[in-house]
């Protein structure tokens, strides 16, 4: 049996004009913006291709960043050298279309990200991620994600605990 979707990078070949996840903003953005951004080397995006039909089924963006140490937990914080900010993956956007929810493709896209900031060569502590609502937040919390920074939607996950999972 072969997986329901490849994950790749965006390409001008992907039809992402009926894409739509319920959100406008998330919609607008892979329609019109996501290969401004890729060009300007901004933020890479990462589209799940359905194989049956090659519809984009979802999507992420990520992008190098970095957060201050003292946003961190003390027991994040302890295992860091004392620099005043500690590289992250930031994820900036994640979305699922309408079609394609409640297949764990979003669980997919997520751990897809993880595996790329982990593999990219770089440093990079952890991946970083500001849920839109209360309800994306509460799906990083259940992918093992934890708050910080004082910021309620601000999440965080080491990458050492990604490569335990691996």
Not at 106 to 115: H, I, Q
Not at 122 to 128: D, H, K, P, Q, R
Request: charged fraction near 20%; aromatic fraction near 10%; include cysteine.
């Amino acid at each position: 049996m072969t997986a329901p979707f490849r994950i790749e990078a965006l390409a001008p070949e992907h039809d992402r004009a009926g894409f739509a996840c319920g959100s406008d903003p998330l919609d607008k953005y892979l329609r019109e913006q996501a290969s401004q951004d890729i060009r300007r080397r901004t933020s890479a995006c990462y589209v799940a291709i359905d194989n049956q039909t090659d519809a984009v089924a979802g999507y992420y963006t990520l992008a190098a960043g970095s957060v201050p140490l003292t946003g961190l937990s003390e027991a994040m914080a302890k295992k860091l050298p004392r620099y005043p900010l500690v590289p992250v993956a930031r994820i900036g956007r994640l979305a699922v279309s309408v079609a394609f929810q409640r297949r764990q493709l979003g669980a997919a896209l997520l751990w897809d990200a993880g595996l790329r900031a982990m593999q990219s060569g770089m440093g990079v502590f952890a991946l970083v991620v500001d849920a839109k609502d209360e309800v994306a937040a509460a799906f990083y919390e259940h992918h093992g994600f934890t708050a910080f920074s004082g910021n309620p939607l601000t999440f965080i996950l080491p990458i050492a605990t990604l490569a335990n999972k691996h």
